[in-house]
């Protein structure tokens, strides 16, 4: 079965310090891997998302991930906080589209806390 | 994401009525899924539909039915609400011509049962 662990619930930075938010999957098969942002009383935002090819992904707002296959992680970074990226992060493991299900599997997120 | 549309935003109902929690998307996607959030426990699975004629249940469906009434609309329906169904519901889409099946989420409807 696919699994996503984020082991930090809650992380505090200062802005303008640097962030990784942790991502560890297990999956039986390649896995297609996503980052989604929820800022207060919204829904979800695609960060990026990872598939194929290079192993260093970038995304919008600033924010890249690193596949690490022989670690299964997959670890949000972004060298300069800013005060608006307070939010929750969600890592997600699917996998290749086979005209059934790809089920999409959820961490439980981490609450990123940005302090001036 | 604005192409996907979520009402009510908020709902407070009480315990035993029917509420029904509706999703549209303007995106052109054949793929619609429910889910539900809890603090602490991420994002569960409730329903997913690949079609019009095609409903799947999730991991969580019990208490809850849905409805695909058109490709652009999915709608979840609780038939006799109960408090633990108090959560944060998201609805989401993707195209199955989309080979990393990536999911785009409506903003949430916030249900409290009392």
């Known amino acids: 079965a696919q699994s996503v662990t984020q082991p930090d619930i809650h992380i505090t930075v200062s802005e303008g310090a640097s962030l990784e938010l942790r991502c560890n999957y297990s999956?039986?098969?390649?896995?297609?891997l996503f980052w989604y942002v929820q800022s207060p009383g919204q829904g979800l935002q695609l960060l990026l998302k990872?598939?194929?090819?290079?192993?260093l992904v970038q995304g919008i707002k600033g924010f890249e991930a690193e596949f690490k296959r022989s670690q299964s992680s997959f670890n949000l970074r972004k060298p300069s906080v800013h005060w608006s990226d307070a939010a929750e992060y969600f890592c997600?493991?699917?996998?290749?589209?086979?005209?059934?299900?790809?089920?999409?599997?959820f961490g439980t997120g981490t609450r990123l806390q940005v302090t001036l | 994401d604005a192409d996907v549309t979520q009402t009510p935003r908020n709902r407070i109902t009480k315990t035993g009525k029917r509420i029904m929690l509706e999703c549209s998307q303007t995106?052109?996607?054949?793929?619609m899924y429910w889910y539900r959030q809890d603090p602490g426990l991420g994002l569960r699975l409730i329903y997913y539909?690949?079609?019009?004629?095609?409903?799947n249940k999730g991991e969580i469906s019990d208490g809850y039915s849905v409805s695909r009434q058109a490709q652009a609309k999915f709608s979840l329906s609780l038939e006799s609400a109960i408090p633990n169904q108090t959560a944060l519901y998201f609805c989401?889409?993707?195209?199955?011509?989309?080979?990393?099946?990536?999911?785009?989420f409506g903003p949430g409807t916030r249900l409290t049962v009392l």
């Open positions: 999956y039986g098969a390649t896995p297609y």
């Open positions: 990872y598939f194929s090819g290079d192993t």
């Open positions: 539909s690949f079609d019009v004629k095609d409903i």
């Open positions: 997600a493991v699917g996998g290749i589209n086979t005209g059934t299900a790809s089920k999409l599997t």
């Open positions: 995106k052109g996607h054949d793929r």
């Open positions: 989401a889409t993707s195209d199955s011509r989309d080979f990393t099946d990536t999911q785009y």
